[in-house]
């Protein structure tokens, strides 16, 4: 394990889940790369990374939507795993300690 940093947009909204008299939220974070190759084309990779944040979130929950793009940091975990199909790929897992909102679109309800 080790610590990462993401950027990116979240997949869907945030959940917050209750087990056995602890919360947690868990989202998904998208992360776009983009690069041009050789020819000037450009290219994009997106890689999905689960998030999982212990405690309910605190005031920041209701703000974690599909869409929004935040910070998160925290320790990773790489699972491999096969898919239905039978194809191999890899699993990015997030264990969030720190979360940052990157932009949020004014509304009278928000904080400021």
């Known amino acids: ?27 998904s974070v998208a992360h776009t790369t983009r690069s041009r190759d050789q020819y000037g084309n450009t290219t ?3 890689l999905w990374v689960s998030c999982l944040w212990y405690g309910d979130g605190g005031g920041l ?13 925290g320790r990773t975990t790489i699972k491999p795993f ?6 191999f790929d890899v699993g990015v897992n997030l264990d969030v300690s720190e979360i940052q909102l990157c932009d949020m679109k004014r509304d009278d309800d928000l904080p400021e």
Do not use: C, H
């Open 1 to 27: 394990m080790f610590i990462s940093e993401v950027i990116g947009n979240i997949g869907s909204d945030a959940v917050v889940r209750d087990i056995s008299g602890k919360k947690f939220v868990s989202f």
């Open 44 to 46: 994009e990779s997106t």
């Open 61 to 73: 929950f209701q703000y974690l939507k599909r869409g929004a793009k935040v910070f998160v940091r």
């Open 82 to 87: 096969t898919r239905r199909d039978g194809s």
